[in-house]
């Protein structure tokens, strides 16, 4: 997460003048929109060093490339873990939306029990 951050903060989506609150929904809002798993992010700005884009989807589900272009920082993540990552994102988002306070305890607060949530992985 904290290599996506950079990813946003280099590409101008997030700068040292918003306040944490806006840094938070911009990162949850590019997580929800952006498709790692058919265009991926390469942060590298020179395409001669980093391997055909195809390349990368064609070794891996979800592709997020370093500056370098030669190191996957999503390998080990499959597709089905990273698009419940974006569900998750868009369900934080339509809660952040609402003009109910109480949702700053479910998203925040509460602890989810892992085996609650992720029982049916887990058997």
Excluded at 69 to 78: E, I
Excluded at 92 to 100: A, F, H, P, V
């Amino acid at each position: 997460m904290k290599m996506f951050i950079c990813y946003l903060d280099a590409k101008e989506t997030i700068d040292s003048s918003m306040s944490t609150s806006q840094v938070f929904r911009k990162v949850i809002y590019s997580l929800s929109t952006m498709d790692w798993t058919s265009e991926g992010i390469f942060c590298g700005d020179d395409a001669g060093k980093c391997q055909l884009k195809s390349d990368w989807h064609e070794q891996f589900e979800v592709v997020f490339v370093d500056k370098s272009g030669t190191m996957n920082y999503a390998a080990d993540m499959n597709k089905a873990t990273y698009l419940r990552a974006q569900w998750e994102a868009r369900l934080t988002l339509d809660m952040m939306n609402e003009d109910e306070n109480h949702h700053f305890n479910s998203l925040f607060v509460i602890k989810v029990d892992f085996f609650a949530n992720f029982d049916h992985i887990v058997l």
